[in-house]
């Protein structure tokens, strides 16, 4: 996703070092491949703030480098930052979900169903300029039920839709 919205209308910058950048693991294969995504995870483990943060300790689990590059040209083909935040809510929950019965320690990570998130969102009815607190909030399924619920039932003012961006997630 950094590198669509590096490139697309937003131009926003990442952070991340450009040797190091989709583009860096994008054009290479193989063996080459898998030497570059190594050392990107142990580079960007190193980068300051919230990047480094994110790349702490993280290691390349896919040890056959054909499978690399089939993983790579398969994030490639999609348009991420245009995809449901729901599926990539989804997506990264299986994730979660599959990497705890691998490890056969189930991470203390439970996740709500998306139909009771979004019934309990229902009931509790959240209202524009209130601050909404998850302590728990894992993959943010409570906060983005909360959010479309807040987008579609009510016409925000600009105020309001500043306060929903900045100010009631916590």
Known sequence: MADEYEKGPQKR??????????????????????AHYVELLRELGKQPGMLGQIFTKAQNKIQDPAKLDRLVKMI???SWVGMDADIKGDMYEGLLEKNAQDTKSGAGQYFTPRDL????????????????????????????????FITDEYKLDKEETRFLKEETFH
């Open 13 to 34: 910058k990442s952070g991340i070092p450009k040797q190091y950048n989709w583009d860096s693991i994008a054009s290479k294969s193989g063996g080459k491949l898998e």
């Open 76 to 78: 490639a083909k999609e």
């Open 117 to 148: 998130i979004k019934a309990i969102v229902t009931c509790v009815r959240p209202e524009p300029k209130k601050t909404i607190a998850d302590p728990a909030c894992g993959t943010g399924g409570f906060f983005l039920s909360a959010y479309d």
